[in-house]
């Protein structure tokens, strides 16, 4: 292939390429997920890279197959697509049907697993440790001016974002420059470690929460707080004995909710009964004379 029709893509064609993966999802659908959001992200850079409509249209065709990952993760396999269309163009025509063939196993076999990464690390960590720490905020009194609270909604989408845009952003770049090795690169970020370090810091939070949510308690009656805590400790334990013994976490979550209950009125179930609420008040027997002295001087 001679040099002078060789493409090369610019900044200002990655640029655009990121931002429509932002409406990976716009056409989610249930036949191919995410396959048409794919094709939106691509199309200007299916534009530049091939001067044919035909060729095109067939590159677009190829990207309009079943496709469903995580949509902040997506970015890893969206860059290297970008990339390994990039390197097909540059190819002689006999090896470019190999190379088709490379791009749709990455796409096959980055998907799944990119798809449980983005799920375990997003909506199963990152997310809830926001929402904690957003809570956590209001009740310790961070903000004492009155009516700023709406601050601390805004700090959790800024802290949830700078994690999102981070990982979206960078996914995207390591993408395009590693291509097919984006595999290996992501071994080395250690999302895995991250995890487990959000998830502790969770569990610290949590119980940080708890403090705060029975600080009058723990002013006043200090053995009911720690009967509170106690509790909180069970539940930890206890949902991970389930999820070790494979015991359906629904039902644990019934029972933890009953025990819940129980335990929140616990005063007044285990107080003794009184048994002068049907007694008749002072302020009664008090009344009662000055009413009959009344009717006599009446009479």
Known sequence: MAEESLVYLNRKDLISAFIRSFFLQTVWNFERYLSYGVAFVLLPVLKKVYSSTEERSQALSRHLEYFNTHPYMASFVLGAIIRMEEEKQQLPKARQKQKE???SALKVGMMGPVAAMGDNLFW???RPYCGLLAVTLVLSSA???????????????????????GIRL?????????GDQVVLTLRKY??????RGLKFASVILLGVLIVFVNLSELEKEMGLFILKLTFFTAIVGLFTFAL??????????????????????????????????FAPSKPALAEFPMEMKSTKGKS
């Open 101 to 103: 063939e490379e791009i």
């Open 124 to 126: 199963a960590t990152v």
């Open 143 to 165: 903000f004492q001016v009155k009516g700023q609270y709406w601050v601390i909604p805004l700090l959790f989408l800024i802290v949830y974002n700078v994690a999102h845009l």
């Open 170 to 178: 960078t996914g995207f770049m390591q993408g395009y420059r590693k």
């Open 190 to 195: 250690g999302f895995q470690e991250s995890i």
């Open 244 to 277: 070790h013994r494979k015991i359906s976490p629904s039902q644990l979550f019934y029972a933890v909710v009953l025990f819940a209950l129980m335990l929140a009125f616990w005063p007044d179930l285990s107080a003794p009964p009184q048994m002068n609420h």
